[in-house]
């Protein structure tokens, strides 16, 4: 057994300990909440049948089809959705069970210390009472984020919504004053199997009617192959001065184990041949000049980059190659962290990053003033716009979904951003 195998093993028990010690603690809350019930028995059976079926589900899968296949298999992808289903709740129910533990500490600690200095004992405090108040609003909270896993899964990974964003550049070339552009990232089609989900997200894209679409990468999963049920669907994405893309991390097939590094190689060929059927001219590296009214603007793709673990295919140097110095560039760069590393302060100014990868994490808080996801601890450019010195990032949603199939609070995304010549 190699040593990445074992590395996957040993992760995979410390995780699986973890859960099995929070369900332990959190069945204790159960056992109180039900100690009345006349079918306590069969519900406390029921918690450790779930919670242990639920286990070996996603266990059975990770050790022997997402190694082997990606986590874009049904079977995988049902057993994450299982998983936070059941964990999630539990994980918030837990933490009103560690609430009522240390409140009773706490008060145990107050009467030992009053009792030191009063010569009678004081009454007891009535912590059953609090418990189960505590425990009851626990249950409470705890399925607000079982029915929005539910509504996730079946409504959220589907509710795209039209993104629209105006940035004003000093120097942007007068004949582009009001240049549209449609972003999309991540489109993860092999996690797709409605191709009515498909054909509603590419409609509104189109109907944003911007001058060009870029797509910063993430095409696939993994294969190929997945595109090519989804080919028709997405043929129909259109917009009057082309289609531009870029691969993202998943474009490469690292994830998945191949029979030979040829077949390999074959694949993400086949994918750049996928691109062009598509209608998407692929930036690998490269750049492009887009011109109107005889005054020019560049697109340059650079291939996924992104800090380790994920691989740094990406050559901004070369793919920026001939372009005038000070020209307006727009750059297509899957990984947002590629921005703080590289491109921000990059010697010629590069005006706007159009970057994906994050996907919001696919569950978080997203509204207007506030938002919110675990995964800006990886990734502090997570979401939406960041500027400085005049230059900009705009890290998009995501189209599709990856593992987790389903979307909550975060969701898909097409961005339509406007480029306006600001005067002084």
């Not at 059976?45 to 079926?53: N, T």
């Not at 696939?220 to 997945?226: L, Q, R």
């Not at 060929?269 to 000049?289: D, F, P, R, S, W």
């Amino acid at each position: 057994m190699d040593s990445t195998v074992l590395k996957f093993l040993f992760r995979f028990i410390i995780f699986v300990v973890i859960f099995l010690l929070l369900d332990f603690y959190v069945f204790n809350g159960v056992k109180f909440l039900t100690k009345n019930f006349a079918y306590r028995k069969t519900i406390n059976s029921a918690y450790w049948l779930v919670s242990i079926g639920t286990m070996l589900f996603l266990a059975f899968n990770f050790i022997f089809l997402a190694r082997k296949v990606g986590v874009n298999n049904m079977w995988v992808r049902a057993s994450i959705g299982l998983f936070l289903m059941i964990e999630i709740p539990k994980l918030i129910f837990g933490i009103f069970i560690l609430t009522d533990d240390v409140f009773r500490i706490l008060s145990t600690i107050f009467q030992w210390i009053t009792q030191l200095f009063q010569s009678q004992n004081q009454s007891e405090i009535h912590l059953p009472d609090r418990r189960k108040f505590l425990l009851q609003t626990g249950v409470i909270i705890s399925a607000i984020p079982f029915v929005a896993i539910i509504d996730g899964i079946v409504r959220g990974r589907y509710n795209f919504k039209l993104r629209q964003v105006v940035l004003h550049f000093p120097d942007l070339p007068a004949a582009f004053d009001g240049f549209t552009i449609t972003q999309l990232s991540d489109i993860h089609i092999g996690s797709f199997d409605d191709k009515n989900a498909v054909a509603k997200g590419i409609a509104m894209a189109n109907s944003a009617k911007s001058d060009v679409i870029l797509f910063t990468g993430d095409l696939v999963n993994n294969v190929a192959t997945e595109v090519e049920p989804m080919i028709d669907e997405l043929k129909k994405l259109s917009a009057p001065m082309g289609v531009y893309s870029t691969f993202g991390n998943h474009d490469y097939g690292d994830y998945i184990q191949w029979n030979s590094p040829e077949e390999k190689i074959s694949n993400v060929q086949k994918l750049k041949e996928h691109h062009a059927t598509i209608g998407m001219n692929l930036l690998c590296n490269q750049n492009v000049a887009i011109e109107k009214n005889g005054e020019k603007i560049y697109l340059v793709g650079v291939e996924n980059w992104g800090l380790p673990p994920f691989p740094q295919y990406g050559d901004l140097n070369k793919a920026m190659k001939n372009i005038p110095q000070n020209s307006f560039k727009v750059l297509l760069s899957h990984d947002p962290s590629h921005w703080d590393a590289e491109a921000k302060n990059h010697a010629d100014k590069i005006h706007l990053t159009l970057a994906g990868h994050t996907h919001g994490m696919q569950f978080g808080i997203d509204i207007p003033g506030f938002r919110w996801s675990l995964v800006k601890f990886k990734y502090p450019k997570w979401i939406d716009l960041y500027e400085e010195a005049g230059r900009y990032l705009y890290v998009n949603r995501g189209f599709g979904f990856l593992a987790f199939p389903g979307r909550v609070g975060v969701f898909p995304e097409i961005t339509k951003i406007t480029l306006k010549k600001l005067v002084r």
